[in-house]
């Protein structure tokens, strides 16, 4: 697979996502859409969002990333997941936020992407959910700390 099929496979993950959460919460969400973000009302920009509620109360981040061949931290494409995170964190407190990372399981680290990026990222977070999802089994969960 080369680089140039990346947009592909971003797009049918970010697909993927988008059906998950349509069965899970029973409502309609659409990709790309625009949003309006900002810290002053006269001055906002539009950003797309991977993923949104019709409803609007609901945004949704896609990174379909996986560790490198040598099984080191993706480090350029953690900082494209902080600048998602940034962008989320511009929206109104009336939206669930959410980063939904592809699964991708390193055994010499004994833990998955999702979780290196919440273990180490969970501080700028604020409200931000991140979640991973399986599109192989289905299998979709939210990292949280341990207690």
């Known amino acids: 697979m080369s680089n140039k099929d990346n947009p592909i496979i971003g797009a049918e993950f970010q697909e993927q996502v988008r059906i998950r959460f349509e069965k899970q919460y029973g409502k309609s969400f659409v990709a790309e859409r625009k949003i309006a973000i900002g810290f002053y009302p006269d001055n906002k920009k539009d950003h797309k969002f991977d993923i949104v509620a019709e409803d609007e109360s609901m945004a949704i981040e896609c990174k379909r990333y996986t560790w ?8 350029a494409k953690m900082g494209f997941t902080n600048e998602a995170a940034f962008y989320l964190s511009l929206l109104p407190n009336t939206y669930e936020k959410y980063i939904v990372m592809l699964y991708s399981y390193n055994a010499k680290r004994g833990e998955t992407l999702a979780e290196y990026y919440y273990r180490t990222n969970n501080h700028l977070l604020g409200e931000i959910k991140v979640a991973e999802y399986n599109p192989e089994t289905q299998e979709y969960r939210i990292i949280e700390k341990e207690v």
Request: proline residues 12%; glycine residues 12%; charged residues 0%.
């Open 68 to 75: 490198t061949v040598t099984g080191n931290v993706p480090s």
